[in-house]
């Protein structure tokens, strides 16, 4: 099951660059959150803040509260278990090429020592079902490497990867923007799909997807967040003028 | 111009005619004296009229400037303009004509340079295979895998030049046991400051510490050698060696036979010092061209700094990292001085890591001004021939796998 996740005063930084200011949100269980923006607003980075891989990078900075299901991630957790509940999909593909379509599934599991073959292989038969891709792959699962897949299929294949640790929450941040309009579909029905279990949260360029799929939206503008409310009421009457510039296409 | 051609037709062919047929070798020289005339008239046969050009060069740029204009001046309007408004520029501009030869001479030097290459390795190995002559007729293969017995001990007399007896057994044994026990030290280490400096080093002691490790690479192999001398040698000799003794001497690897602390294993420590630089700075080349998508990949299922950097870096960079522990083995097997100094150069075989030995690039530096026999000096040049035929190898291998993985195979997902 999902859980809840509450922003309060989030801040982040890349060196003297305040890419997020005061971030106030709170994003509801086993819902999909759709977060739309302009290039360079923030949206990337705020996923990145909730399962703590922003302070990857040595430049970046980070001040303020995340609770996930009520724990403050950045006071009481360490990154490693906040990354092992909070999954996450980039925006271009990134399998593992040098491991088979099984190995990449089970990576994470792997990765933390989990070694029960026969509930392996039942984890991986799921996640790959519930990512769409079984069909697809069942016969050269251990047969071909993660990279000798499609784009669509590689992505959908990330997202197995994510959904094997069964996360409670699943960041996805523009997962089909690398995508052709058909793999995009696919994701999007998966992404339909898995909101009964996660608490998903998609970053997009695409309003339309954000329309499609999430049922809160949120309008990043300049690191800020303009407007957050359920996605039906920022398209058709929202309450903020940028956000209504902005999905009516007057500027981004 | 004919003249000169017949010059080079005959310095190519020189070796043609002093073939004797019949003897064992010859085969062998004329495959090569093929491959070089191959070499010279490929490459003289790509360059339309390179030798022909050398000779013509001055009298061309005379021709030019003998032409008064090219053709398009001649048209009316442009004929006028040159009448009306030529400027000293431009007529100075005009009269060099289209330097045509002085752009077909430097391209013809410049590709001389580039031929001179591959003759520079063609005539290396021409010599070595001419030089070793005498003793490959003598011993054939036989040289690299037997030795004449003593009668009267029976031991295997492995190198014996008062009686003429050579075997390379000795030298190819201490080659590959020095370098591999080189790899042994230096492959973690090397991996280990490769991994720090890409992975978790901070920015300001990157560039330092990436310095002073290509700075050893750049220490003359001289200094290492008197360094090992006077201070690894007595270090191993004191404190090392009795301790290895005692601890590990049930296993016949650390025999206590040899006071001096010479020997393979201060080789091997000498020789992984001078490795380490190629092997770390190629690895952390191939470290760095791993996707920063990988690394991410792998921290966000839940993964330590050890466990992204095993899965997501080493897992992809493995093929590069094994091209740079190969090139680092090209670098052990040739080098020479260092290990001169403390290998003890001893032409025998030891178990034990601690005695005395030879390498293949030892014996021919430390023997060659004395042998005074031709067969002596035939034995050490074939050594110094399987000696270059394994270093190129290994370097080609290494380049290879280093190559595919810098380069991006296809199949990499960025």
Redesign the interface.
């Known amino acids: 099951m999902g859980v809840s996740i509450e922003v309060q005063n989030l801040n982040a930084w890349y060196g003297s660059n305040h890419t997020l200011q005061d971030i106030n949100l709170n994003i509801p269980a086993n819902h999909v959150t759709a977060l739309i923006g302009p290039s360079g607003c923030g949206k990337s980075t705020f996923v990145r803040c909730i399962n703590r891989m922003h302070e990857t990078n040595p430049i970046a900075r980070v001040t303020g509260t995340v609770r996930i299901g009520g724990l403050d991630i950045y006071a009481d957790a360490r990154p490693v278990e906040i990354r092992r509940r909070v999954g996450m999909v980039f925006q271009r593909p990134n399998p593992f090429p040098t491991m088979s379509i099984y190995d990449n599934v089970a990576a994470g599991l792997k990765l933390n020592g989990y070694s029960n073959r026969k509930r392996l292989d039942e984890i991986v038969e799921r996640s790959l079902k519930n990512s769409a891709l079984w069909d697809e792959v069942k016969d050269d699962l251990k047969k071909k490497s993660g990279a000798s897949l499609s784009g669509g299929q590689q992505q959908r294949l990330c997202i197995a990867r994510a959904l094997a640790v069964d996360p409670e929450v699943l960041l996805m941040d523009e997962p089909a923007s690398a995508l052709d309009p058909v793999s995009t579909a696919k994701i999007e029905d998966l992404i339909f799909q898995l909101k009964s279990q996660y608490t998903i949260v998609i970053v997009t360029h695409n309003m339309q997807q954000a329309a499609r799929v999430a049922e809160k939206t949120g309008f990043f503008l300049n690191g800020r967040m303009v407007e957050f409310d359920s996605t039906h009421k920022i398209f058709t009457n929202p309450s903020d003028k940028r956000t209504e510039d902005y999905i009516t296409g007057r500027f981004g | 111009m004919a003249h000169r051609a017949a010059c080079t037709l005959w310095v190519l062919g020189r070796p043609l005619v002093r073939l004797q047929w019949g003897k064992p070798g010859d085969s062998c020289e004329f495959l090569l004296v093929c491959i070089l005339f191959f070499i010279a008239v490929t490459c003289l046969s790509q360059l339309p009229g390179s030798l022909k050009c050398v000779d013509r060069t001055v009298p061309e740029i005379r021709v030019a400037q003998s032409l008064p204009e090219p053709e398009a001046v001649h048209s009316p309007e442009h004929q006028a303009a040159a009448v009306a408004g030529h400027s000293e520029i431009r007529r100075y501009l005009l009269a060099r004509g289209n330097s045509a030869g002085a752009d077909r001479l430097f391209k013809v030097l410049m590709t001389l340079c580039a031929i001179s290459i591959f003759l520079i390795v063609a005539l290396i190995a021409y010599q070595l295979v001419d030089k070793s002559q005498m003793n490959w007729a003598r011993s054939g293969l036989k040289f690299f895998y037997t030795a004449v017995k003593d009668p009267v001990t029976g031991q295997p007399q492995y190198w014996d030049p008062v009686n003429g007896n050579f075997s390379a057994i000795p030298f190819i044994y201490g080659t590959l046991v020095t370098s591999f026990l080189s790899l042994f030290f230096a492959v973690p280490l090397a991996v280990g400051v490769a991994v720090f400096l890409t992975e978790m080093c901070p920015?300001f002691l990157r560039a330092p510490l990436s310095f002073l490790t290509e700075l050893l690479a750049a220490i003359p192999s001289i200094i290492y050698g008197l360094w090992a001398l006077f201070i690894l040698v007595p270090l191993l000799r004191q404190y090392a060696n009795p301790v290895l003794n005692k601890t590990l001497g049930w296993t016949g690897l650390f025999g206590s036979d040899n006071p001096t602390g010479l020997g393979y294993l201060a080789s091997g420590v000498i020789l992984a010092i001078m490795v380490l630089p190629i092997i770390s700075s190629l690895t952390r080349e191939v470290m760095t061209a791993v996707?920063q998508?990988?690394?991410?990949?792998?921290?966000?299922?839940?993964?330590?700094r050890w466990?992204m950097i095993r899965?997501?870096v080493l897992?992809?960079a493995?093929i590069g990292i094994v091209g740079a522990i190969i090139l680092g083995l090209g670098r052990a097997l040739g080098e020479t001085m260092a290990v001169l100094m403390v290998i003890g150069n001893t032409p025998e075989v030891h178990k034990s890591l601690l005695a005395n030995g030879a390498t293949m690039a030892s014996v021919i530096a430390n023997e060659f001004a004395e042998a005074f026999s031709d067969l002596h000096r035939s034995a050490l040049v074939e050594i110094g021939l399987a000696l270059f035929v394994v270093t190129i190898i290994v370097n080609i291998f290494a380049q290879l796998l280093i190559w595919a993985v810098t380069r991006g195979t296809p199949?990499?997902?960025?």
């Open positions: 920015g996707p998508s990988q690394r991410e990949a792998v921290l966000a299922l839940g993964a330590t466990e899965m997501g897992r992809n493995r199949s990499r997902a960025h």
